[in-house]
């Protein structure tokens, strides 16, 4: 009997580790996500307090809205600044420090001190330096250039925004990197060595092979990150100017909370979820494919 109970309770204690994770889980994503779906179809047009459930009106507004489709297309265009970006240097900065050079512990450091700096706090100076009279324009003075119009010129501001950003996860990604490339077994570059590669070489036929899952995690985290890029824009631009920087999530965040549009946002919200798992898939076909024997 005694036996019994013990391995009953023994079969049991899985479960209740993984209680805690299910129920955070169930609370903040499984619930949440199902009202999202639920609050989607509902209007709040005309009766915040009633709403007209079962309708397809906020899909349709949305389709017909040039600000969503405006917001649509900057959230892309900063994924194209940044991703690609994210993938490559942090790559590059990885494998040089990497080698065996004096001072790298300091490089390291220096490099991911960005990353344990706030959001805001990052957000706000960058904002000062691209001040008309901040830093920035004070050294484009000195060396007798035009000022620029970092956050006050739609054809700019979407990219000094994209710069906080790849300044503030470059040292992160690139620990990434690092992690990974320690597992590099050395015996695969002397080899290569033997086999006359150079450096160049030497990283694309070793390094670059043994680093695809890795890739393939900083490109899903870095596209899902910029798709869901916030902060930086509240703070620095509040989607203007002339809504050029106006991203998804920002205007689900106007429509949810500045009109108390529920209905809509929700409605954003699902649109967002959709275009995630999109670029989610595409970074499987293209990274891991035979992973998941695609």
């Given at each position: 009997m005694k036996q019994n109970y013990i391995q009953n309770t023994l079969k049991r204690t899985p479960y209740l580790f993984l209680l805690p994770a299910a129920l955070l889980l169930l609370l903040f994503f499984f619930i949440p996500f199902f009202q999202t779906m639920i609050y989607s179809f509902q209007d709040y047009s005309t009766d915040i307090y009633n709403p007209v459930f079962g309708t397809l009106s906020n899909y349709k507004e949305l389709y017909h809205s040039p600000v969503f489709i405006k917001s649509l297309f900057n959230t892309?265009?900063?994924?194209?600044?940044?991703?690609?970006?994210?993938?490559?240097?942090?790559?590059?900065?990885?494998?040089l420090i990497n080698q065996?050079?004096?001072?790298?512990?300091?490089?390291?450091?220096?490099?991911?001190?960005?990353?344990v700096v706030s959001i805001v706090v990052v957000a706000i100076a960058f904002k000062w330096l691209y001040a008309p009279k901040g830093l920035l324009?004070?050294?484009?003075?000195?060396?007798?250039?035009?000022?620029?119009?970092w956050l006050s010129s739609p054809k700019v501001a979407m990219v000094s925004v994209a710069l906080v950003t790849i300044f503030k996860g470059v040292g992160y990604y690139m620990m990434i990197y690092l992690a990974s490339l320690m597992s590099v077994p050395r015996e695969l570059y002397e080899a290569a060595e033997i086999d006359g590669a150079s450096e160049f070489q030497k990283h694309m036929t070793v390094t670059i092979p043994h680093l695809m899952p890795t890739i393939a995690l900083v490109s899903t985290i870095s596209a899902i990150s910029a798709l869901k890029v916030f902060v930086e824009i509240y703070i620095m631009t509040k989607g203007g100017p002339l809504d050029?920087?106006?991203?998804?999530?920002?205007?689900?965040?106007?429509?949810?909370f500045e009109n108390l549009d529920i209905g809509l946002a929700s409605a954003?919200?699902?649109?967002?979820?959709v275009v995630v798992m999109i670029f989610s898939i595409i970074n499987i076909f293209c990274f891991e494919r035979k992973k998941y024997g695609l």
């Open positions: 892309f265009w900063f994924l194209a600044l940044t991703t690609p970006f994210l993938v490559v240097f942090p790559l590059f900065l990885a494998i065996k050079i004096r001072g790298k512990t300091l490089y390291k450091l220096i490099i991911y001190l960005p990353v324009n004070y050294f484009l003075e000195i060396i007798h250039l035009p000022a620029i119009d050029s920087t106006k991203t998804i999530v920002y205007y689900i965040y106007e429509r949810a954003a919200c699902v649109v967002l979820l």
